[in-house]
């Protein structure tokens, strides 16, 4: 796990998207969507629903972020 993964995971959560997030943050988007995985990968668990209209936190994915801010 990477600090900077927990960084843009709750940027994603905050923004609602991955366009919005890498757009506040500066970076491409492909880079936070493979980081996201890769995390998601690490820690064994599904923190973001996906869908055409964005991407919403799993109640797994809302006790990350709550972690991950504290």
């Known amino acids: 796990m990477n600090i900077l993964h927990m960084k843009y995971a709750v ?22 969507s493979r980081s996201i995985k890769e995390l998601e990968a690490d820690l064994g668990i599904t923190i973001f629903d996906r869908s055409s209209r964005g991407m919403t936190l799993t109640s797994e994915g809302e006790e990350f972020i709550e972690l991950s801010k504290g």
Not at 11 to 30: D, H
């Open 11 to 32: 940027e994603v959560a905050r923004a609602g998207s991955l366009n919005k997030a890498a757009e506040a943050l500066l970076i491409a988007q492909p880079n936070i």
